[in-house]
């Protein structure tokens, strides 16, 4: 089992009304990357600069994350991010964006990473998601992010993108404005008869959804009484969700398994949120997993009868 | 058992993408009743107006439930209120809202109403609940809902009625904006320190989260292709969750029959919104509801491993 990622490697900058933090180690691979990471061998496809620092190579490194397709463009910049939060967290702003390298990012996948048995294009513009695709063939399962941007301005090739992956992870905001839907279950039908089998809608703080051939599965959030930076949060759900089907080794999930791989992606989402960037994830353990894992099933779990 | 709810009587004029009806049978303590009807035996306290036809009345009487404290007010006017939704559902308008007999509303119950089992303060202002909540003093169980316009102008009334019941039911958003805390966990359980040993803050479509000292339980919202208008979800979701306890016939009802209330409202609430007003609730079957709730476990239900 392995699984390979391509999307941002970045710095961020945050402030929420918990505080602020400047060019934390971020980006959606590194998000994915240090979620999934405690279900699969995971590698990083994606680009940095001359200004991103030897220390955080190692910290993927050091949690057993495969960096061998981080690719330093000598003079580059490394894409950065800044951007603030309401006092209601669900509500973000961006401030600044600078692509730097990202600009003319043309990734050339190793042999192991072109390899690898599951495939997430993070969110990026989708033509480059659709020539990694084309890279990684022999994927037996393969999901895409994308944002409201892709969806304006380049939305035939992300309507290409989605013919060629199973699963879609997206917002459900994002899955209405795809499809000009307004109720979530028409338009993620409407999602599934673009291509993907899978259909999974984050809905931030108030969880996520799942939707298949079995049917639907929606799980809340977890509940937690500190939250400070939801940067990335998505990104580690995905890195759970598809870590942990990885995990399974099969392209056809049974329904039983892509459940508890919405539970594993709301478990990662959930620490992701209670301490700013990578903080809390990057320092997460096993037993920690687990453990909130059983909370999650005890938090939504009811009998039918007594 | 027995279950009193006071609360509006109403006519709804409502308007939403998918049509739109003038003066409809409404209020919170119709479409509580209706809710709770499959469970106990419930009496509605509160005025009508010379408008009211006696064919409301013999819908309420036909579903079983009591209509003994219904006052009609000689030459008053039913309470009135007109709104309409955006695409996005979740976001309501209030057009206009006519008091009527409301305005002057002084309850008197009558012995049975107030020898209930189990009571709810349907939202009204404060000050009113309180002078109900006293002439039911034998109530193992009294639950209060309100809103923002009872936050701002009657907060002090609205937390002594707080520091009486047993259980408040509140929209997240009042929950955070009453305790004036952004996290919800942190503001149930200051909501808590105010009297209610049991709080369920309502999310809409996003389902409902129950605190308790037991700690916390959360449904998603039921996924439904069809929603057409959400005026009374909130109190159909109060009718399902205290109609479930009240049949439980126990003053400390356990956390497993709490889930179970919780997931009773969610089903009750669901139905409400497939069609405008009451015509979904008022032509529910028993089995239509044990249909549902299974299906509501089945949707939100997972096994921690193979």
């Known amino acids: 089992m392995s699984l390979t990622v391509v999307g941002s490697i970045a710095f961020d900058s945050v402030r929420t ?46 949690r057993g994350v495969n960096v061998d397709d981080i690719e330093r463009v000598p003079g580059g910049e490394t894409f950065s991010w800044r951007g603030h939060y309401e006092a209601d967290l669900n509500v973000a702003h961006t401030d600044d964006t600078q692509l730097g390298v990202f600009a003319d990012f043309e990734p050339k996948l190793s042999e192991a990473s072109q390899n690898a048995d599951v ?7 989708p033509d480059l998601q ?22 304006e301005t380049t939305r035939d090739a ?3 993108a989605l013919g060629e992956v199973d699963c879609a992870m ?13 109720n979530l279950a028409r338009a993620a039908r409407a999602l ?4 993907p089998r899978i259909v999974v809608a984050k809905r ?19 509940l937690l009484e500190d939250v400070r930076d939801p940067t990335g949060a998505g990104d580690s759900f995905a890195g759970g969700f598809l870590g942990y089907l990885d995990m399974q080794g099969t392209d056809q999930p ?40 059983e909370q999650l099933r005890s938090m939504t779990h009811f009998e039918l009868s007594d």
């Open 17 to 62: 009304p918990f505080g602020a933090r400047e060019r934390m180690l971020g980006g959606s691979a590194v998000h994915f990357a240090l979620a999934a990471r405690f279900f699969t061998h995971v590698h990083v496809v994606g680009p940095v600069g001359k200004d991103f620092d030897d220390e955080h190579v190692e910290l993927l490194r050091s």
């Open 119 to 125: 495939l997430f294009l993070a969110n990026i513009q």
């Open 130 to 151: 659709r020539r990694v695709r084309a890279q990684c063939a022999a994927a037996r399962l393969a999901a895409l992010d994308s944002m409201n941007l892709w969806i």
């Open 158 to 160: 992300l309507i290409g």
């Open 170 to 182: 997206l917002n459900d905001a994002e899955v209405r404005m795809l499809t000009e839907e307004p």
């Open 192 to 195: 599934m008869e673009m291509g």
């Open 204 to 222: 931030g703080e108030y969880g996520a959804v799942l939707f298949s051939e079995d049917g639907f599965f929606a799980l809340p959030g977890f």
């Open 254 to 293: 049974a329904d039983a398994a892509l459940r508890r791989a919405m539970a594993y992606g709301t478990v990662l989402a959930s620490f992701n949120v209670e301490e700013f960037g990578t903080e809390r994830i990057a320092a997460l353990t096993e037993d920690e997993v687990s453990e909130r894992y």
